[in-house]
């Protein structure tokens, strides 16, 4: 049997890890979730590296795959990248989420690549969002970490115009804010939960925020949250940027624009908006990972085991 180990830092949200647990299961293969460091089993057939880092000088028996689901962040970010290409070590293939984190990394060999983009869960897809209880204003859920500013969101709900309104937090690494917003009694953080439990709590929440800043990486990228808020059918209300107003504009839908000053994020404004939903059903898990091309590289490096 043909074992994929799937090694990452776990320090970021990875949906994309139950994803190819189950595509993968499906067709046969065995998978791992591994820590850097920890011992891998010596049947693994592929190495996958999510994160794009694989310490160097490491022995490997079996394939190599390097995943780039983001370029790197702030600080030094041109810096990292460089250091990805140039210590590394090479694999037998590569995924990139799009050509623009492709581009930001100027690989020159000939290493195969193929591209994952984000996708949703295609059971979400059919819930129904008006048999649940709406427990909370808002919500936000996704990364806390500190280039994204998300005091200035919290703010509000704290001493500014949305303190009579409940938000929940739903992420990791929060304690500092927590801390910092211990007296708002109407802000709630959670997590991180597992995956599983993701949905249920999104489908509490009456909106939905993707707070994403407008600066690179994160304006080219995209929102894993925005689609899941839009599979299940919760209102968006966005930042602006050049990725989520592609998105709107290829896939349809009507999301609520925050203003930079976030002045025109009122409780009546977001009532009378006119928000509306994009078909998701051909952005699911099992259709970006199929035609991401790294199952036609297994079946070509794996011959006759009868993947699909």
Partial sequence: M???????????????IPAYNHFFQQRGMRTLELRPGERL?????????????????????????????SASLPPLRHLKNWMKVRFQPKPDFRLFLNVYVQKAFRFIDQVPFGFRDMGV????????????PKTFDFIYSGSLEPGRRPERLLSLFF????????????????????????????????????????????????????????QEPFSRQTSTKLLEYAALRVPVITTRYRWVQEFEQEQGGRFFYLSPDLSNLDWEAVNRFPFAFPDLRRLTWEQRIESSGVLDFLEARFPGQGFR
Avoid: C, M
């Fill in 159 to 214: 001493q500014g115009h949305l303190k009579d309104r409940s938000l929940l937090v739903l992420g990791q690494d929060y304690a500092g804010l927590a801390r910092r917003f211990q007296k708002a009694g109407n802000i709630r953080f959670l997590g991180p939960v597992p995956h599983g439990e993701v949905a249920a709590h999104i489908r509490q929440a009456r909106y939905a925020i993707n707070w994403v800043p407008d």
């Fill in 2 to 16: 043909i074992t994929l180990a799937f090694i990452h830092s776990d320090r970021a949200f990875l949906p994309e």
């Fill in 41 to 69: 089993p010596a049947e693994t057939s592929v190495h996958w590296h999510l994160l794009g880092w694989e310490s160097p000088g490491v022995t490997v028996t079996g394939i190599r795959i390097h995943e780039y689901a």
């Fill in 121 to 132: 869960d295609e059971s979400w897809l059919d819930l129904a969002p008006a048999l649940v």
